[in-house]
């Protein structure tokens, strides 16, 4: 499995990228010097943004990618090559408080062994934040309505998006190390998910709706339609 948050044409058509990350720090809770992991952290530059908010230089980092491994080093995460999908997670157990991962379980085949990771290395108290693409936004959902394939949902490793009916598809290989999307959650089955598996959930939370961008009615509307929203985040407490 290989896992690594790349650029997702999703971003582009909601205009939603910087609301994304700013809704997915929002739920990170401050806590001094406090042990962090990144699942999925590319080449960390999100890693050190999340772990400057949590106010801890005691950040870890996994990705698939090797290359973006070295990148996240330069920048002081404690970053290692790992496959959470085929391998789980290499760390003792209770060894964080905070574990997060954005744009990540939607590629997981194995979603129930990354859940259950995540709650085993977590300490007793500490907290996991997830973000994911949501199935249930409206641009998927008209897509079905024509026919066509829900953009979130993908068929084919060659290409990201085949057979939608609001883009064409292109034969062009995609260049990422990036498996496709295997689970899509929406609102509801995201959170439990995690409650399934014992997590508390805390909060719920979104960002991004249909093609509108990230202004105050983008903002608006993924509050007042957060089921329907481009983007879907938790915040799990391990009790």
Request: aromatic share 10%.
């Amino acid at each position: 499995m290989k896992i690594s948050k790349t650029k997702n044409v999703l971003f582009s058509l909601s205009g939603s990228t910087h609301m994304m990350h700013q809704k997915f720090g929002d739920l990170l809770l401050p806590k001094r010097n406090c042990y962090m992991l990144d699942i999925g952290c590319n080449d960390g530059t999100l890693t050190a943004k999340w772990g400057n908010r949590l106010r801890t230089k005691n950040i870890y980092g996994i990705d698939v990618d090797s290359n973006a491994i070295k990148e996240a080093k330069r920048k002081g995460i404690n970053a290692v090559v790992a496959d959470v999908d085929n391998n789980g997670l290499a760390f003792r157990d209770e060894s964080f408080d905070v574990v997060c991962s954005n744009q990540v379980i939607e590629h997981i085949a194995n979603t129930d062994q990354f859940v259950t990771e995540i709650y085993r290395v977590l300490k007793r108290g500490g907290y996991t934040v997830i973000g994911t693409p949501n199935l249930a936004a409206w641009q998927h959902m008209v897509s079905l309505l024509l026919g066509g394939q829900p953009r979130g949902a993908h068929v084919c490793d060659r290409c990201w998006h085949v057979g939608t009916a609001l883009a064409p598809t292109s034969n062009e290989p995609r260049r990422s190390v990036t498996r496709g999307h295997l689970r899509v959650f929406t609102w509801a089955s995201l959170p439990a998910m995690f409650a399934i598996y014992g997590f508390r959930i805390e909060q719920r939370t979104a960002a991004g709706w249909m093609f509108l961008p990230s202004n105050w009615l983008g903002k608006l509307m993924s509050e007042l339609d957060s089921r329907h929203s481009t983007f879907i985040f938790i915040r799990g407490r391990k009790p």
